[in-house]
């Protein structure tokens, strides 16, 4: 039996750990009513796994929302920010949809006061600067321009604490352009909500340059990882060889520099 080389003086014989997502449809038992108020959602489902589903659809805004969600979770998922879990979903006209995990022990946060009443740590939240910052910079990257307060999740945690998800990168990335800087529009929603973050001093630049930094690491074969089993209803061919060829440029990085001067 043969034998893996030994490491050479400063090496490590681990491995680095990969993630696959499995890429097998969920099948829809029941579709709700959305009654939710969303002007993106308009699908939501129970599916044979026995999970709910928000559903986005290749129909639904630009045609592009599906792959800008799993683009966006995806990428969040490697930079350590927490979003609900995803899954293709069957749906009944043969197409795919995109499924974001409808989470439970969720509360009930919408109102400015509750928001604010977070932000000042009346409430207990894990890791809210850090979160808050990272998620910024995020946003930032692939010009999510609709991060507003209904797109966090407050999740129950242990010992009466909480914590927060993002979700909901329906006007993002390919939808809006990810090469575009509109999310720094002081009109649009990620601006507005950045503002509150910023005057109850929940704004950590170094956390936000962490993540930035963390998006430059990502290569480009990471990057055909993520997006190779899109549907091609979502992306076609030429369109991922063509994000991928931009995240192997000097654009992406350029991108980055830019963002880190400005924020």
Excluded at 106 to 117: D, F, T, Y
Excluded at 239 to 249: L, M, Q, R, T, V
Aim: contains cysteine; charged residues 25%.
């Amino acid at each position: 039996m043969s034998k893996s080389p030994e490491p050479t003086k400063g090496q490590s014989n681990i491995q680095p750990l990969t993630y696959q997502k499995k890429i097998f449809p969920v099948d829809i038992l029941t579709e709700y009513p959305n009654t939710q108020g969303s002007a993106d959602l308009k699908l939501i489902v129970n599916g044979r796994d026995g999970k709910d589903y928000a559903v986005k659809k290749p129909n639904d805004g630009k045609g592009k929302v599906p792959a800008s969600e799993l683009l966006c979770y995806e990428l969040a998922y490697r930079v350590t920010i927490p979003t609900p879990s995803w899954a293709f979903i069957n749906l009944s006209d043969g197409d795919i949809g995109f499924g974001s995990v409808w989470e439970g022990g969720v509360a009930k946060i919408a109102h400015i006061n509750q928001i604010i009443s977070i932000l000042q740590y009346k409430v207990k939240v894990n890791n809210l600067k850090v979160f808050l910052s990272r998620l910024y910079a995020f946003d930032l990257f692939v010009n999510n321009v609709d991060r507003h307060w209904g797109n966090y999740l407050w999740r129950e945690s242990y010992d009466q604490s909480f914590i927060t998800l993002a979700f909901d990168f329906s006007r993002a990335c390919f939808e809006t352009g990810h090469d575009k800087y509109d999310a720094f529009d002081p009109g649009c929603n990620t601006q507005s909500t950045f503002t509150l973050i910023n005057l109850t001093m929940n704004y950590d630049r170094q956390e936000a340059i962490k993540c930035l930094d963390d998006l430059l690491a990502i290569t480009p074969s990471e990057i055909e990882d993520m997006i190779k089993d899109m549907p091609h209803t979502w992306m076609t061919a030429s369109e991922k060889k063509s994000y991928i060829d931009w995240w192997a440029s000097s654009a992406r990085t350029d991108r980055i520099a830019t963002i880190k001067g400005k924020i």
